[in-house]
């Protein structure tokens, strides 16, 4: 299948993909500051960058979006069919990225929540359970812990 676009114009709409302050990671952001929660942002000392660190919790957010962090399960987390290959391994590199991140934050004692953009979309009773995570004793935690759609996964 080829694109629809050519390609520079392709190059210059994936540059403009930003990888801070999304429309997610600001819901997320809005949210703790009207519950109360303090938090310090992409500190560069970290693995990762964590979108969100709370000290007071020893806790480290990431914000992900499905498709770039392929949320396993999940209805957004496809490989596009054009230039498969290609695709198939800047989202496997993304994943096992982001496994060896969490799992060096875990070795220097941070917990880790790592909220998915279809969560924010389609799961409801939203802020119970982000409150339970984030004053909760589990290392690592996922919100949703599985996704709220499922269909048409490829």
């Known amino acids: 299948m080829t694109d629809i ?14 990888g801070k302050n999304t429309k997610p990671e600001m819901a997320v ?15 560069k000392d ?9 000290p ?9 979006g499905c498709f770039w962090h392929q949320h396993p399960g999940c209805h957004y987390a496809y490989t596009p069919a054009s230039n498969n290959e290609k695709w198939k391994a800047k989202l496997e590199g993304n994943r096992q990225r982001d ?15 790592i909220i998915w ?13 982000i409150k339970a995570l ?5 290392n690592i935690a ?3 812990d599985k996704p709220p759609r499922t269909d048409g996964v490829t």
């Not at 952001?29 to 500190?43: C, D």
């Not at 970290?46 to 660190?53: A, R, S």
């Not at 984030?134 to 589990?138: E, N, Y």
């Open 99 to 113: 496994q060896i991140q969490q799992q060096q934050l875990l070795d220097m004692g941070w917990r880790v929540l």
């Open 46 to 54: 970290l693995p990762g960058k964590p979108d969100l660190v709370l």
């Open 142 to 144: 996922e919100w949703p």
């Open 56 to 64: 007071k919790y020893n806790l480290v957010i990431f914000v992900n």
């Open 5 to 18: 676009v050519d390609q520079a114009t392709r190059s210059r709409m994936m540059s403009s993909i930003k």
């Open 134 to 138: 984030i004053s909760g004793q589990l």
């Open 117 to 129: 953009e279809c969560g924010l979309k389609h799961s409801q009773d939203t802020a119970a359970e």
């Open 29 to 43: 952001r809005r949210w703790l500051h009207a519950q109360g929660y303090r938090y310090r942002l992409h500190r």
